[in-house]
Each structure stands twice: as C-alpha cells, then as structure tokens.
C-alpha cells in the first residue's frame, strides 16, 4: 500500500544502497511468469538511477532482455523502513567509472575470502528509476540526524594546512581524522610502485603502530583500493562474506603468524565497517586512506564525499611537500668523523650492534630482530656502511638519491617518505641505533655502541 509520493529524487533512502540487508529484486519472462532473487550488490548511481551487479547469466538476466521493467524491495538497514521501487533496465557498462566503482567494491570483499577468482564483476546493470514509494511499514528505531561533515572538513583541511614537513603532515592526518571526523582507527599508507605493494607510513587507535607493515596490490580493501583507483566502502563485512583478513596469516592454534621479514598488519581483528579512499599525489600508484570501524553501518555516504575531499587536499600537500623537504640547506658537505672515535654516549664495553643486510630484499636486521626492507633497507644499509668506513654521521636527501645502488624509481621516488618510515621504525624498536633529521634534507647517523656488519649475499 503507497503512503508517500515519490521523492524529489533518491537521495533520501541511500543508506538502503549499502548491501546491510540484501535488497529483492522481481522481473518477469515474456510470458509474465515472475522470478524473485535476492541482489548482491545495488548500487545508488544519482536521483533518478540506480545500478545492479551482473555476475551471472541467470533467469533474471534472461528475464530483463526480453522485458526491461523489474520492481525492487529494499529495507533501510537501522530504521527497518521498508521501500518499493519500479524500474526500467536501460543497458549494461561493461567499463567506465560506475563499472570500475562495482568491480573494486565487490573485488575488495571477495579478496577477503580467497574468492577474488570465482566473485568477478561481469557488468554493471544500469535502470532508471520510475516511482519510488513506502511500503506501509513501522520504524523499528527512529532516523538519527546525519553529523554535519562540511564544517568538519572544514576544520580537518585547515589543520592539515598548518604542517612544517613531511613527517608533520603524516601527524596531523591522523590528528584530523580523530579530533575533526572522530574517527578511532585509521591508516595512511604510500606506494612502492616498484614492488607492486603498499607500506603502512602511520596509524591511530591501534595497539602497535604497524609503521611499515605491508599490503600488496589488489589485497583486501586496501589494496583493490589502490589497484582500481576507486574508493571502497563496505560496512556488513561479517555479512557480505565470511570474513578473512588477507594480510593475516593465521598459525595451528589461531595465533597471528607472520613471516621473518615482515610488519605485524595493525588492522582490527573483527571489523564490520571499512573504507579505503586512494589518494593521488603523482604518477603512478596511489597512496591510500583507511578507516575501520568494530560497528556496523558506521561509514555513510556523506562521510565518503568528506574524506574524498580531505584525500584531495592530503594530496596536493604531499605533492607540494616533496620537492622542498629534500631541498638541503647545507652549504658544504658535512664534516668526517674520524671512523675509531666512539659513538656518542657509548660506554665502550657494550658488545657491537650486530648489522645483517640481506641483498635478496634489502631487509636489515639489528641484533637477530627484523627492522625494514626494500628502498629503506637499502637506505640504512648504506649509511652504517658510509659510516664504517669513514666515520661519518651526517648525510643529505641529495647525495642518496644519487647512490645507484639504492635503485631509486626515476619518477616520485618518495626517499623523504621513506626516511621518515625508517625513522619511525628506529624509533619504535629504541634501538642503539637512531637516525636524526637535522635540517631540510639532513640526517645524522646516532650511535649508542659500535658496529658490527654481516652482508648476505643472494644465493642461486
């Protein structure tokens, strides 16, 4: 029974678009025969059309070529509200922006499963809407206004505004998402296009950093993120599939296991909201903005224009910031320390910092204990070995990216980037061995007790 005229568009019922209760979607056969399904994936394109994965050559499929008009049964996934819509199928995309957003969302969550090969988007269905009405239905919990998101963003856009570096703006991200968005549990996390992978640069509200843990192209959320460009929000994961973090891998006892050369994933261990946002900052891949939630239905629409925006402007400051971080405003090159003189605070009876470089990924170890691999590896191998055989502390930006042996990407190489996730990484393992920045484009090598270097040379 019809209670209410049809919207001005559908704008008003878009939360029924997020898949927390699968919609029904009825179509008919030239003979009239009716054929009721439930529908994987509905997607809200604008007011006046709406979008249905095509995975399958199934009765509806068939159903919809030989007669267009399909009536449809969503359910507002908090309120309980129940709504009908009549709609005509006008053609199925098969590329394009509303194709690829369908195809990353759903390939996001299959790649959760290990079903990245068998949940594969065929084509994006595309109707336009006819009426619109309420099925005469009680509000189990009454709507909640929406939170205001443009002063919000706002206030997050100035506060990344005020930033005095690279590692500062990496800060105050995690700053705005909190205090502006209140958001509990986020992550940026950068390219190494190289690689084909992405590496953890900071976090928030998690219980270990994760600063250098690794996703790889095309993995979860995150990576489909950054493969397809498109932003991915899902908030049932617990419901959309049964749920398997691909960066995880789990041990006999349901233990988190990890291998030797690899960062702990700081993800949540049950997440029922998430939302990966790409972030273009150069060429090449992305960088990438996740929130998680422990909630269910937590990430709306309206939050995704936000952070879409917030991601926009993260990404100008990254661009802008490369070229003058790794600007040096020394004059001369910085002076030798003679390579016997102790290291600073050193008591002299402590036994050497045991360094182990691995040439197959450029991992570093420090005393048996994994630090970080790949370009930053690399980075730290040849400053303790600058500093083994002459003695010196001091470096700048400028003089490593000349260093062949680094293999630096030619485009956007991101070495201040990486300075500050080796950095971090020191940090976090308050090691005897620190790395200092001390001007624009200078670091200082901080050594509590000598060295002691093992190369590992690839085998095979």
């Not at 919609?23 to 399904?37: I, R």
């Amino acid at each position: 029974m019809r209670t209410d005229a049809m919207p001005e568009d559908l704008r008003t019922i878009r939360a029924c678009f997020e898949g927390g209760v699968p919609c029904t979607l009825a179509s008919a056969d030239a003979q009239g025969e009716p054929n009721v399904v439930f529908v994987s994936q509905a997607e809200w394109v604008d007011e006046r059309h709406i979008a249905l994965s095509f995975q399958f050559f199934n009765k509806t499929r068939r159903n919809i070529l030989v007669n267009p008009h399909v009536q449809l049964i969503l359910v507002h996934p908090t309120t309980g509200e129940q709504f009908r819509i009549a709609a005509r199928y006008l053609r199925t995309e098969f590329e394009g922006p509303l194709f690829e957003r369908m195809r990353a969302k759903l390939a996001g969550i299959a790649s959760h499963t290990g079903m990245g090969g068998v949940f594969k988007l065929l084509g994006a269905d595309l109707y336009e809407v006819l009426d619109l009405e309420r099925v005469r239905t009680t509000a189990i919990v009454p709507r909640t206004p929406a939170p205001e998101r443009m002063p919000a963003l706002r206030r997050a856009c100035e506060h990344l505004s005020v930033r005095a570096d690279l590692e500062d703006l990496f800060d105050r991200c995690m700053q705005a998402l909190e205090r502006h968005f209140g958001l509990r549990h986020a992550m940026l996390l950068l390219p190494d296009a190289p690689r084909r992978r992405l590496y953890t640069m900071a976090s928030l509200g998690y219980a270990r950093s994760g600063v250098g843990s690794e996703i790889a192209l095309g993995d979860g959320v995150i990576g489909v993120a950054a493969q397809s460009g498109t932003p991915i929000r899902i908030n049932h994961l617990t419901q959309d599939a049964s749920y398997c973090r691909a960066a995880r891998v789990q041990g006999p006892e349901g233990q988190s296991s990890t291998p030797e050369r690899e960062i702990a994933y700081p993800g949540l261990a049950e997440p029922h909201s998430q939302m990966a946002l790409p972030i273009a900052w150069g060429a090449g891949l992305p960088a990438v903005l996740f929130v998680e939630s422990e909630q269910a239905m937590c990430f709306d629409w309206d939050l995704e224009d936000a952070l879409s925006v917030f991601c926009l402007q993260l990404g100008a400051h990254l661009r802008a910031l490369q070229p003058v971080v790794e600007a040096p405003d020394e004059a001369a090159p910085p002076p030798a320390t003679p390579a016997a003189a102790a290291a600073p605070g050193s008591t002299g009876h402590a036994p050497p910092l045991r360094v182990r470089f691995f040439e197959v990924d450029s991992s570093v170890f420090l005393d048996d204990e994994y630090v970080i691999k790949g370009v930053a590896g690399a980075v730290l191998w040849t400053l303790v070995s600058e500093y083994q055989a002459t003695g010196r502390t001091e470096f700048t930006n400028r003089e490593l990216r000349l260093r062949p042996a680094l293999r630096l990407p030619d485009l956007n190489d991101n070495l201040e980037a990486r300075l500050v996730l080796l950095r971090r990484r020191l940090a976090e393992r308050r090691s005897d061995l620190q790395i200092e920045k001390i001007g624009r484009g200078r670091l200082r090598l901080q050594l509590q007790r000598g060295l002691e270097l093992t190369p590992v040379p690839r085998t095979g």
